[in-house]
Antibody, heavy 114, light 113 residues
Framework: EVQLVESGGGLVQPGRSMKLSCAAS????????MAWVCQAPKKGLEWVAT????????YYRDSVKGRFTISRDNAKSTLYLQMDSLRSEDTATYYC???????WGQGVMVTVSS | DIVMTQSPSSLAVSAGETVTINCKSS????????????LAWYQQKPGQSPKLLIY???TRESGVPDRFIGSGSGTDFTLTISSVQAEDLADYYC?????????FGSGTKLEIK
């Protein structure tokens, strides 16, 4: 069974950093591109970033370029999202997903507030 | 960026009725190389993560009931739910993964009368 388990969310002040992790199991992690998708409270889904199966290519939505970094450790079957210079508008539940959305984690809440 | 226009934003139906949700993309999602449409449909039940229903516009994900049918090509797509059941109460989203940035429709809230 495919499992994606996110961790690392919480409350953070504007301008600070936070790193999310997603532990994958039940499939051959290094065969698949992976993605982060977010959902602001009571809003729709927004794609954040995707990383290729080997980490050689990354893609970001414009609003997070230069602030967020997606990465992966295939030896640990883990996906990461480093979020820097956080803004209030980054407040959302962040899901990791097997690109583009075949499987999803349970999500982790990130609240950016002073 | 490809804009995904989804309609209606909400609808309420009685159990047993048929529902149609539309999704229109601002550019074609049809790959000339393999003739596949890079359009997916997701279901998100209250308090849950999204779940993939349909990929490549019309291929049902394993385990998805056959009352969920995806159709369309190019820029116009439809998700049809026949004989709606109470458990289908959810938000439904279309998504294009033809090109970056990936984009979602704004969602359709399905309520059961």
């Amino acid at each position: 069974e495919v499992q994606l388990v996110e961790s690392g969310g919480g409350l953070v002040q504007p301008g600070r950093s936070m790193k999310l992790s997603c532990a994958a199991s039940g499939f051959t992690f290094n065969n698949y591109d992976m993605a982060w998708v977010c959902q602001a409270p009571k809003k729709g889904l927004e794609w954040v970033a995707t990383i290729s199966y080997d980490g050689s290519s990354t893609y970001y939505r414009d609003s997070v370029k230069g602030r967020f970094t997606i990465s992966r450790d295939n030896a640990k079957s883990t996906l990461y999202l480093q979020m820097d210079s956080l803004r209030s508008e980054d407040t959302a539940t962040y899901y990791c997903a097997r690109h583009p959305g075949a499987n999803w984690g349970q999500g982790v809440m990130v609240t950016v507030s002073s | 960026d490809i804009v995904m226009t989804q309609s209606p934003s909400s609808l309420a139906v009685s159990a047993g009725e048929t529902v149609t949700i539309n999704c229109k993309s601002s550019q074609s999602l049809l790959s000339s190389g393999n003739q596949k449409n890079y359009l997916a449909w997701y279901q998100q039940k209250p308090g849950q993560s999204p779940k993939l229903l349909i990929y490549l516009a019309s291929t049902r994900e394993s385990g998805v009931p056959d009352r969920f049918i995806g159709s369309g090509s190019g820029t116009d797509f439809t998700l049809t739910i026949s004989s709606v059941q109470a458990e289908d109460l959810a938000d439904y989203y279309c998504q294009q993964h033809y090109s970056y940035p990936l984009t979602f429709g704004s969602g359709t809230k399905l309520e059961i009368k």
